[in-house]
Nanobody, 119 residues
Framework: QVQLVESGGGLVQPGGSLRLSCAAS????????MGWYRQAPGKQRELVAA??????YYADSVKGRLTISRDNAKNTVYLQMNSLKPEDTAVYYC??????????????WGQGTQVTVSS
């Protein structure tokens, strides 16, 4: 079994910063892609940022403000969020593509963490 635990959400004023973390534990052989998604009320879940061993991806709406990184030794992915805007308000979910055995992988979701940007 694999478990993901997210932390770091909260309430912040516009222009402020937060750092989200998502740590995986369990019977893990390796982790391929790691990503952060968000879902605002009444909207579909969207991919915000992703990272593989050599590449990163960012949605246009967050480029230059959010930075994704990973610590493979800790099976953890981070999302540094700077210059936050009210429109960044959402529940943020991590998704990790985990290999329990070398032959195949599957995606696991974190429990979600609320980020609220408001004055």
């Amino acid at each position: 079994q694999v478990q993901l635990v997210e932390s770091g959400g909260g309430l912040v004023q516009p222009g402020g910063s937060l750092r989200l973390s998502c740590a995986a534990s369990g019977n893990i052989f390796s982790i391929d892609a790691m990503g952060w998604y968000r879902q605002a009320p009444g909207k579909q879940r969207e991919l915000v940022a992703a990272i593989t061993s050599g590449r990163t991806y960012y949605a246009d709406s967050v480029k230059g403000r959010l930075t994704i990184s990973r610590d493979n030794a800790k099976n953890t992915v981070y999302l540094q969020m700077n210059s936050l805007k009210p429109e960044d308000t959402a529940v943020y979910y991590c998704n990790l593509q985990v290999r329990i055995v070398p032959e195949n992988s599957r995606g696991y979701w974190g429990q979600g963490t609320q980020v609220t940007v408001s004055s």
